[in-house]
């Protein structure tokens, strides 16, 4: 299969923090149709790399080819037809006042006819399941409805990559399991090529590929089986733990004794109050 | 917090809430004009009638409106007894002390002054209760089309007005959130005096004021990535359609203006 995403040599060093680059010298590649997971810590540079690559920062090392068009100013916005793009925050990225304005939104930039965006409205949002809350406003809906509107804004545009920054990391389990199978179903139907940025074991998991980044640099390379074998290491590529392990270990690196194995949430809990109280 | 609603805006469906919201505006505008050239006791019947008739086809029940007089309270009364007490001499005079008088004539003025005020409240309630504040911004911005001509950027003045309007809710929820952050750190907001409330809001406002900048920074990045460029060159999905109802609403506006003209003293 061809490549459909080309990186060669990528740098980028933010303005206002001139020590180390926040991007250094990355290279890889991206087949047609593939799901590529990124991972890494926070501040590893794994979203800067996926907008570098949608021409949203300056990037002034290396090379950058999407479908076969060189990304420079001149063509940032015939790249940017070809990508779609969902963030981290639900809220943060819903223009729209209601749904099918939101949906609109990419369609109304790129001046297509009123008469032409309706039916592509009403079919964007059939395919995620939101047709029933066009005239909603963005207030009546729950994290995962605002990402699947931000799906459908996408599916209205139909580019050939879909890139997911973080996007499903403000959401409860439940969201994120269906944002996921949306994703998968959307991505056979579409025949779309999805990077996904992630903490999220699961979403990793069902990437083909997964990258490996840390502290500007691509530091490994593999298949979701060969990174979930190492266990314990996990941690140390970025990958979420469960919350109360975190929090466990945390205590622990401040001296304090923690009952052994596994807690739930509710264990934790009922754990810390009594503890607290007794001092 | 949380029962501050927003424009106010009413959901119903009645042929007031259907209008063309550019219908209303110019409606509204035109009214506020019109109320000042009644000038007899027939003239504001007739104005008065077209008001109540207006309220009752909104379906909407005369409490709100009421309600929506009572901030207007205190502006009222104080300008209708200034109106009362430094009238022009005229008339019968009821009441004479130094400067002040009551007379005939201060009588009608203040009670000419107290129906016009009712009137245009009145309407401009209507307004606000019928329409959707996104409505009304589009109406603004189409009505304000021509001004492109002289290098306005309407189209960029009536983005921001609608992403602001959309990000209304958003940091009201954000605001009583940090509230009640702040409050279970033992901040006390509506306690004290006048400046020690003030400074209560203090915490309040600068972790408001950061969430609103990281807000931003994020939705132009994620408007760019949807390929937003510059407003001017953008199609429109909502767009507003002057219906029959429109024009038969101008056609009995016009008559009861005409009327109320035409019993006007001259």
Not at chain 2, 5 to 29: A, C, E, M, Q, T
Not at chain 2, 243 to 250: E, I, K, V
């Amino acid at each position: 299969m061809e490549n459909i995403i080309d990186v060669q040599h990528l740098s980028y060093r933010y303005q206002d923090t001139d020590g180390r680059p926040a991007l250094d010298d990355i290279s890889f590649t991206v087949r047609a149709g593939e799901w590529l997971a990124l991972v890494g810590h926070n501040g590893s540079g794994k979203s800067t790399l996926a907008r570098a690559v949608d021409g949203l920062l300056p990037f002034s090392e290396g090379t950058v080819t999407v479908g076969g068009i060189k990304l420079t100013p001149e063509t940032v916005w015939e790249v940017r037809e070809k990508i779609g793009m969902i963030f981290q925050n639900p809220d943060n990225q819903f223009v729209g006042a209601t749904v099918e304005d939101d949906v609109a939104f990419g369609l109304e930039n790129r001046q297509i006819s009123r008469a032409e965006m309706v039916p592509r409205v009403k079919a964007a949002l059939d395919e995620v399941g939101m047709q029933t809350f066009a005239q909603r406003e963005p207030g009546a809906l729950s994290g995962g409805q605002k990402q699947r509107v931000a799906l459908a804004g996408i599916v209205a545009i139909a580019p050939d990559i879909l890139i997911l920054d973080e996007a499903t990391s403000m959401l409860d389990p439940q969201g994120r399991r269906d944002m996921l199978a949306l994703v998968q179903r959307l991505r056979e139907e579409k025949h779309l090529t999805v990077i996904s940025i992630t903490h999220d074991i699961d979403e990793a998991a069902s990437a083909d590929r997964i990258l490996v980044i840390d502290d500007g640099k691509l530091v490994e390379e593999a298949q979701p089986a060969e990174i979930f074998a190492q266990g314990e290491r996990l941690v140390h590529l970025g990958l979420d733990v469960p919350f109360t392990a975190k929090l466990k270990q945390a205590l622990q690196d401040r001296g304090i004794t923690v009952p052994a194995g596994y807690q739930t949430t509710t264990e934790m809990e009922e754990w810390l109050w009594q503890s607290l109280s007794n001092t | 917090m949380s029962n501050f609603i927003f424009g106010r805006y009413l959901p119903l469906n009645s042929i007031v809430h259907r209008l063309d919201p550019r219908s209303k505006l110019l409606l509204s505008f035109c009214y506020l004009i019109v109320v000042f050239l009644a000038n007899s006791w027939l003239s504001y019947a007739i104005l008065i009638g077209f008001t109540l008739a207006a309220i009752l086809s909104s379906k909407i029940s005369l409490g709100f409106f009421l309600k929506g007089l009572r901030p207007m309270l205190w502006l009222i009364a104080f300008t209708v007894v200034v109106q009362l007490l430094f009238s022009p001499a005229g008339g019968h005079v009821y009441f004479h002390w130094t400067i002040l008088n009551i007379t005939q004539a201060g009588l009608v003025n203040s009670g000419v002054i107290f129906i016009r005020f009712l009137l245009i409240i009145m309407m401009s309630t209507l307004l606000t209760l019928s329409t959707q504040p996104l409505d009304i911004a589009t109406g603004l911005s189409s009505l304000m089309k021509p001004l492109r001509w002289v290098r306005i950027p309407v189209d960029t003045l009536a983005m921001m007005l609608a992403i602001a309007l959309r990000f209304v809710p958003t940091l009201m929820d954000e605001a009583t959130k940090i509230m009640n952050a702040q409050r279970a750190r033992g901040v006390d907001f509506g306690e004290g005096g006048l400046i020690k409330q003030a400074k209560s809001f203090i915490p309040l406002m600068v972790p408001l004021f950061m969430s609103a900048f990281n807000r931003a920074e994020d939705l132009s990045t994620a408007m760019e990535a949807r390929g937003y460029r510059d407003s001017e060159h953008r199609s429109q999905y909502r767009i507003l359609t002057w219906q029959r109802r429109d024009t038969m609403t101008w056609i009995v506006f016009l008559m009861v203006v005409a009327t109320m003209l035409a019993t006007r003293r001259w």
